[in-house]
């Protein structure tokens, strides 16, 4: 089964601090992914990355900064938080190749005041 | 403009009843359509998946239809139970990107 993993789990920060968001998996996937998830809306991708040191711009990439140092973990940060950054992020990871089982961590729950 | 949209946003059907949800994309790129299913508090997991030469795929008591000419997918849920109360998501990806572009769900509860 794979395992991804997110810390913190809860977070709150306040607005224009810095906020980082960690994520590791243990399945060897080349593929990783963060996304955010908002009441009565699906998950848009943030950032992604196909492999360590590689970071690509997803869908709604402004506000925030990702970070592969490995093939385990995938960063998410925001330099300057604001309020309408309060949302759940997830980190998902997957296989190169498209038709791929992304495989989703439990998220983290975040709130900016 | 939305490119992938899901119907209805929610559902309420009786035990033993048939679940369907349906989804429309717009990418006519998307080749690959996955269904993800969320419980609360929880990270989407993999429900079924189908990609674009296909019409039908079946797993158990949940089916997935594809009409690439309508830009159209369904989800059946046959004999549902309780425990299949959760958010589905459709979502849509051309399989050479491997990005998936997901609806904003469909929140299911199955009454006993």
């Known amino acids: 089964e794979a395992a991804v993993t997110q810390s913190p789990r809860n977070k709150v920060a306040v607005t224009g601090g810095k906020v980082t968001l960690s994520c590791n998996q243990t399945n060897n996937h080349n593929n990783m992914y963060w996304y955010r998830q908002d009441t009565g809306h699906g998950l848009r991708l943030i950032h992604y990355s196909y492999g360590a040191g590689s970071t690509e711009k997803g869908d709604i990439p402004d506000g925030y900064k990702a970070s592969r140092p490995s093939q385990e973990n995938f960063s998410l940060i925001l330099e300057l938080a604001t309020p309408s950054q309060t949302s759940v992020y997830f980190c998902?990871?997957?296989?190169?190749?498209?038709?791929?089982?992304?495989?989703f961590g439990p998220g983290t729950r975040l709130l900016v005041l | 403009q939305q490119q992938v949209r899901q119907s209805p946003q929610s559902l309420t059907v009786w035990e033993g009843g048939t679940t369907v949800l349906t989804c429309s994309y717009e990418?006519?790129?998307?080749?690959?359509f996955p269904w993800y299913q969320q419980f609360p508090g929880e990270g989407p997991a993999l429900l079924i998946s189908i990609l674009s030469v296909s019409d039908k795929k079946e797993d158990g008591r949940f089916t997935t239809f594809f009409n690439k000419r309508e830009k159209k997918l369904s989800l059946h849920i046959i004999d549902s139970q309780p425990g299949d109360s959760a958010t589905y998501f459709c979502a849509g990806s051309n399989t050479n990107t491997g990005k998936l572009t997901f609806g904003d769900g469909t929140v299911l509860t199955v009454k006993p």
């Open positions: 998902a990871s997957g296989e190169t190749g498209g038709q791929d089982t992304q495989y």
């Open positions: 990418d006519s790129t998307f080749n690959y």
